[in-house]
């Protein structure tokens, strides 16, 4: 795999969908590299048909790509693991119980493979039942420090919080931000996230001491008509992160 100039530099790095490919170049363009390209499993029909198109993105922007699961449908888990062995891109977003099997069908521990949890509305406590059969069941909520421990054990890199609903869940997400502090783990706070409060998102993570932070923003930036992220919008998340990050 190849690795952007920018990502294993940054303490920061953007993630947001792409509607296109050429899209996707000029998200990269606009971000200064300091960006992985999300692109959805749930678009396609099949696993071949978005290993094709994926490696197309892939190419266009250093193998900055992101593979989704879309909207963190854990139906999706499978299909993104058998992808990602095929493309072996920079970046996975996995339901919890995903995590081991993209680690082991990626074959190496460069690739970023995220783990999703979600707010449980106390502080300190994080659901991981979000997988295609544990979504369904009674919710399993542990502490946010054995659900980092799990992750790890099973070749994690970074805790997905998802959905936080913005600030929502401030007092929720900031408890998580200190315990991926202590633990060195990653953080990828996703969902709400906009221009208006992803510099106070950021700067809560900042704060709290976490190594590496990738926020997801998605339908803020989003063109309803073309399905394109707005350039000019990645441009203003770079402006935020460059003020916050010294």
Same mark, same amino acid.
């Given at each position: 795999m190849k690795l952007t100039p920018n990502f294993y530099r940054d303490r920061v790095c !953007?993630?947001? !969908?792409?509607?296109?490919?050429? %899209?996707?170049?000029? =998200?990269?363009?606009?971000? *200064?590299?300091?960006v992985l390209v999300g692109v959805l499993s749930k678009n396609y029909p099949d696993v071949a048909t978005a290993v094709a198109d994926m490696r197309e993105y +892939? +190419? !266009? =922007? @250093? %193998?900055? !790509?992101?593979?989704?699961?879309?909207?963190? @449908?854990?139906? #999706?888990?499978?299909?993104?693991? @058998? =992808?990602?062995?095929?493309?072996?891109? #920079?970046?996975?977003?996995?339901v919890f119980t995903g995590v081991a099997t993209s680690r082991a069908l990626l074959g190496q521990n460069e690739t970023v493979v995220n783990g999703l949890v979600s707010p449980t509305g106390t502080p300190g406590m994080v659901k991981i039942s979000t997988g295609p059969l544990s979504s369904r069941a009674q919710d399993g909520i542990v502490?946010? *420090?054995?659900? =980092?421990a799990l992750l790890k054990d099973m070749g994690c890199s970074s805790v997905k919080y998802f959905p936080m609903g913005g600030l929502k869940s401030r007092d929720?997400?900031?408890?998580?931000? *200190?315990?991926?502090?202590?633990h060195d783990f990653w953080l990828e706070p996703t969902g709400g996230i906009d221009l208006e409060n992803y510099g106070e998102i950021l700067k809560i993570a900042l704060d709290a001491g976490v190594s590496r932070i990738i926020p997801h923003i998605y339908s803020s930036i989003i063109d309803k008509d073309s399905g394109d992220t707005r350039p000019e919008d990645v441009r203003r998340l770079l402006d935020i992160t460059k003020t916050l990050v010294k």
């Open positions: !953007l993630n947001v !969908l792409a509607g296109s490919k050429a %899209n996707a170049s000029a =998200i990269y363009e606009a971000a *200064e590299g300091h +892939a +190419a !266009l =922007i @250093d %193998n900055a !790509l992101s593979v989704g699961l879309g909207a963190g @449908d854990p139906n #999706q888990s499978q299909m993104v693991s @058998d =992808i990602a062995r095929e493309v072996q891109p #920079q970046h996975v977003n996995q502490p946010i *420090e054995t659900a =980092i929720e997400y900031q408890a998580v931000a *200190e315990a991926c502090a202590r």
